[in-house]
């Protein structure tokens, strides 16, 4: 998997967004594509209507994204290194210790998960990709290998003589974990909402195989 870390234009126009101007533009263009799905639905999901939102003509979309299943692909990817960045700030603060990185992911995304504006938007998206895809789930599946990735490369720096499956397999668990919580939980209160991060975590962390607590 190409790393998130390396910024990619997958699903853009090759020969754009190459100039800062053009960068900007194509932020803007997901920025609106967000909009779109976290305040509408994915069938609100056109070329059309992210050209509106963004301010756009559809032909400045079109310059960049032929399709729109090349803006699903960019947007995806996009995704994946928003969460990067999130993640390499939690990283600089944990620089010496990859466990409380771990778990600082880990809570990172949890708390993510309850999110009103997170939830709203990854629901419609998950629509969408299944909607695009003829519901065989390989859009999905790119959309969650790019997160199952990331915690996979967390874990691997606490246990670097575990084979990359295994490591996979817990980086699974706590992906499923917490884009469950997602669609599952509907907490009535904040003390409510704590309860179910706080066992969240617990359950995440011990499926990890990592201490629950600095060692």
Known sequence: ???ATTRSFRGIRK?????????????????????VLSRANAGEFSMRNI?????LRLANVQ???KTREDLVLALINDTGERYQKAYDKLRAKTADDPGKRFRAIVRFNLEDSFN???????????????NLDGHAGNLLG?????????????????FPNVAT?????????????TEGLMVAAAPTSEA???RLLDRAFKLAISVSGVSAVDD
């Open 51 to 55: 050209a509106t939102r963004a301010g």
């Open 15 to 35: 020969g754009t967004a190459i100039t800062a101007e053009g960068q900007a533009t194509v932020a803007r263009i997901f920025e609106a594509s967000r909009e």
């Open 116 to 130: 009103p504006e997170t939830r709203a938007l990854f629901i419609q998206f998950w629509a969408l990709l299944d």
């Open 192 to 194: 409510e909402t704590q």
């Open 142 to 158: 790119k959309l969650y290998a790019i997160n199952i990735g990331q915690l996979r490369e967390a874990l691997s720096a606490i």
């Open 165 to 177: 499956q295994e490591l996979t397999t817990r980086a699974t668990l706590v992906a499923g974990l």
């Open 1 to 3: 998997m190409t790393s």
């Open 63 to 65: 310059y960049y994204f």
